[in-house]
């Protein structure tokens, strides 16, 4: 083989594998930090709810996505990488409270976490690993405890109605930054509020303005906030996350 064509392949392979480190080390702009509202959550596949008691009446984590600012996202970044659920023993407890499993039937949630490291925290692994991941997802929440924040400003779980203004600047006003709210419809066809959104910078240290927005919106500015549990004795202080 002639000294020319040996370098065309030495040149083919090193591409082939810095292409294939960087479809593992996936860059990323920023992150979704994402909380819902257990009371508006439908299993729809199985068809049945969220139970009061199993789940605390406050908002769970839901995820900590890695985002692009045009709107795409990465996904499935390194099949090498699963979840291993020994890197997040330490924590586990702190997770069934806090990023809860709101699909029925309920189980310890390792499923669930694996799914999330797997789609969304492996393209934030050159940042941080999994136990890293999780807990930075933890101490976001205890930064902005929504239903504190909510209370505040007399919105409450209790079956009533909210604008999406009241809602969106009760949080804006306590973290200084523009959250995003989702909605799904109740069986009543009513617009209630679901998921919270807030933009967390590529480290997962601190929360940012959004980039760019998420898909969806509420399709009513009156949003009703279902009761979930008891509403007097809804978790609204410290108590309300243990980490």
Not at 54 to 80: A, M
Not at 210 to 217: D, E, F, I, N, R
């Amino acid at each position: 083989m002639k000294s020319s064509a040996i370098l065309l392949l030495l040149v083919e392979i090193f591409l082939v594998q810095h292409v294939a480190v960087l479809s593992v080390q996936q860059d990323f702009d920023f992150f979704y930090f994402v909380q819902q509202w257990p009371g508006s959550h439908q299993d729809t596949v199985q068809g049945c709810s969220s139970k009061p008691g199993k789940i605390k009446s406050n908002f769970g984590i839901h995820g900590l996505w890695p985002n692009y600012v045009d709107g795409t996202y990465p996904s499935y970044c390194d099949s090498d990488n699963p979840f291993n659920p020994t890197s997040i023993s330490d924590i586990e407890k702190k997770l069934q409270k806090n990023w809860p499993v709101l699909d029925c039937p309920n189980n310890d949630g390792l499923k669930f976490w694996g799914h999330e490291w797997d789609k969304h925290g492996t393209c934030s692994e050159s940042i941080l690993d999994q136990e890293e991941y999780f807990e930075k997802a933890l101490k976001l929440k205890k930064k902005i405890k929504l239903l504190h924040i909510l209370h505040k400003e007399g919105i409450k779980p209790d079956g009533g109605f909210y604008s999406s203004y009241q809602i969106m600047k009760a949080i804006e006003d306590e973290i200084e930054v523009t959250p995003f709210i989702s909605c799904n419809d109740d069986e009543s066809g009513n617009s209630q509020l679901y998921k919270v959104y807030v933009c967390v910078d590529k480290f997962a240290k601190k929360f940012i303005k959004c980039p760019v927005l998420p898909k969806g919106s509420c399709s009513s500015s009156k949003i009703y906030f279902p009761r979930f549990g008891h509403v007097d004795t809804v978790e609204t202080g410290d108590d309300a996350l243990d980490v």
